[in-house]
């Protein structure tokens, strides 16, 4: 398990001004924090591939949303959570949130039926395998299928929200325009992402891997619309 190493001077001075200069290169895609507390204000979310369930633990303490409309999501069997994950999935029920185990993000229908929601998040998807799938890398292949499968549970004007972390390899293996072109979507906004912002968050690693996030200190938040 990894948390995220606290801000430099510098990322503080940035932060304290709403924005966080990633590098004059990465400045012109990503300046501006995507809002996850005043999105999930608009009412329905799905969170998916949570992992510790410690993000949408502490998003929907911070947004102020209507608990109930938010159904918080992991990939694992009940069986497998990790006592922090039982845990914060116990914390979420209790403040009124659903929480659903076994959802694969690239079949959503299979565990949620129809259901639409105004925003579907899921912050750094990774998988265990390095192996190429179909010639691409099998991060582009997640990504692209969930946006396919999350598309079909968006409502009017819904959002689909990706972090990841903004380095040129994550661009190389996630290739995000690639995968919202495929996927039906526009060609996603950039945000940055700041794991700081949300106190309580600790990201988690994919089984039996490095962390996607060890050692890199810049984040970007993708968001596809229709
Ligand atoms: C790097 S971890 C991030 C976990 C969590 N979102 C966080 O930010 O701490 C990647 C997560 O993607 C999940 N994942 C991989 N393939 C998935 C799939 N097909 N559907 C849903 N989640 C998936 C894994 O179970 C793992 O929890």
Redesign the pocket.
């Known amino acids: 398990m990894y948390e995220f190493r606290r801000t430099t001077l510098q990322e503080a001075v940035h932060n304290a001004l709403g924005y966080q200069i990633l590098s004059t290169k990465k400045l012109a895609k990503a300046s501006v924090k995507f809002d996850f507390a005043t999105r999930m204000r608009l009412g329905s979310v799905l969170f998916?591939?949570?992992?510790?369930l410690?993000?949408a633990l502490t998003v929907a303490r911070k947004s102020r949303t209507p608990a109930s409309s938010i159904l918080a999501t992991?990939?694992?069997a009940e069986k497998d959570l990790t006592d922090t994950a039982y845990e914060n999935a116990q914390k979420l029920l209790k403040i009124g949130c659903q929480v659903k185990t076994s959802?694969?993000?690239?079949w959503l229908s299979d565990t949620i039926g129809n259901r639409r929601f105004q925003t579907i998040i899921?912050?750094?998807?990774?998988?265990a395998s390095r192996d190429p799938r179909y010639g691409q890398n099998p991060n582009h292949v997640?990504v692209t299928r969930?946006l396919k499968s999350a598309r079909d549970h968006l409502k009017y004007g819904g959002l689909v929200v990706i972090s990841t972390v903004d380095s040129s390899f994550y661009e190389g293996a996630f290739k995000m325009d690639e995968a919202a072109r495929k996927s039906g979507f526009a060609a996603p906004a950039i945000h940055t992402f700041v794991p700081n912002d949300y106190p309580g968050y600790i990201?988690?690693?994919?089984a039996n891997e490095e962390s996607?996030a060890d050692g890199y200190t810049a984040f970007a938040t993708f968001v596809f619309s229709g």
């Open positions: 998916v591939g949570e992992g510790n410690s993000f992991v990939y694992e959802v694969d993000a690239t899921f912050q750094f998807p990774n998988v997640l969930f990201h988690q690693n994919t996607a």
